[in-house]
């Protein structure tokens, strides 16, 4: 007769009594995992960019960002309702103006794309925020953030000139102007312009930490805003600097910033980090425009599952901190999150 351990069962080892925590208890299951999942996505954390030109009834694709369109006023209308459908609370519009000078004085021409742009969405989506990048490099015949002195960007005429057209943007009733020049106190010059003419209720949104990337390529190719010589190095800040950034956060806020950004994203997750648990303030990321289209190259190879990357890149970016995240792909994500 067998003995009872000759049986074909495998002997199975239990584990001691002290074993008593068991993490995997709570990723069993999906309604598990989301039970007491830590970090939440929501459509209220994304806006959108867009890309507004002249004309009618236009709507071109980046060849370096599939899936993202320069835009007519109409479309760009069109396509700010459909975001608020999905769910988005908010745009963020970038202009092509018809006619670029050595001044950019486009950028705060009333009838410009953006400005006509902002009153447009105001009419038609009018529960939608409206956010409007100020800066010059789109507006300007070299491609440069700033008016040009002596082969340098000049910084206080430069101020200057952002305060007009943040100014005017205001004027056509944008909610949240954002300027991501990274000239030194515009902040303060804006918020006084805006005071001084009684747009006391417009918020600013500061690019306060914007680096100088290689990740922003495909953007110069949707906003034709390439340097014609050199680059950006003399106002981005280094990529290899964290305490700078601290610095100038804080030099905003004190200027009278009510939200601020860090730029790009992934790249610098520390950074939001350090930024949300220092001050504590409404703190938005950028996922740029680089990191947008790795994404898609590298799905389009079937290197990768875009949906799930997408989610995880977002979701890294509201762990780092991110109570507002800029991306590409937030029609997209909303819809995932419905």
Not at 220 to 237: E, L
């Amino acid at each position: 007769m067998a003995s009872k351990s000759s049986g074909t069962h495998a002997h199975v080892s239990h584990a001691p009594l002290e074993l008593r925590r068991r993490p995997r208890r709570l990723r069993r299951s999906a309604a598990m995992r989301a039970l007491v999942r830590e970090t939440r996505l929501s459509p209220d954390n994304f806006v959108y960019p867009l890309f507004v030109r002249g004309g009618e009834g236009l709507r071109g694709e980046v060849g370096s960002m599939p899936g993202v369109y320069q835009l007519s006023v109409d479309e760009a209308v069109r396509e700010a309702a459909a975001a608020r459908a999905d769910g988005v609370q908010g745009v963020l519009l970038f202009g092509l103006p018809d006619e670029k000078d050595i001044v950019g004085s486009s950028a705060y021409d009333p009838e410009a794309p953006v400005q006509t742009a902002v009153r447009a969405i105001k009419r038609e989506v009018p529960d939608l925020l409206v956010v409007t990048d100020v800066c010059l490099c789109e507006y300007t015949s070299h491609g440069h953030c700033g008016i040009i002195v002596d082969d340098e960007i000049a910084n206080d005429p430069t101020v200057e000139q952002l305060a007009r057209a943040a100014l005017s943007h205001a004027a056509a009733g944008a909610d949240v102007v954002a300027p991501s020049d990274m000239m030194d106190g515009r902040i303060g010059r804006i918020r006084e312009a805006l005071d001084e003419a009684g747009f006391a209720q417009v918020a600013i949104m500061s690019y306060a930490a914007k680096y100088c990337s290689a990740f922003y390529g495909p953007f110069r190719d949707a906003a034709g805003s390439a340097p014609a010589f050199g680059d950006r190095r003399s106002h981005q800040m280094d990529p290899a600097n964290v305490e700078e950034a601290m610095r100038e956060v804080e030099l905003d806020l004190e200027e009278g910033a009510d939200i601020v950004m860090v730029k790009p994203a992934l790249a610098y997750l520390d950074v939001i980090s350090r930024v949300k648990a220092a001050f504590g303030v409404p703190t938005a990321a950028y996922q740029v425009s680089g990191e947008y289209a790795m994404i898609k190259a590298a799905a389009r190879n079937g290197w990768i599952e875009e949906p799930r990357a997408m989610m995880e890149t977002l979701t890294s970016i509201r762990r780092a901190g991110a109570d507002i995240i800029i991306s590409y792909y937030a029609r997209e994500a909303a819809r995932v999150l419905a």
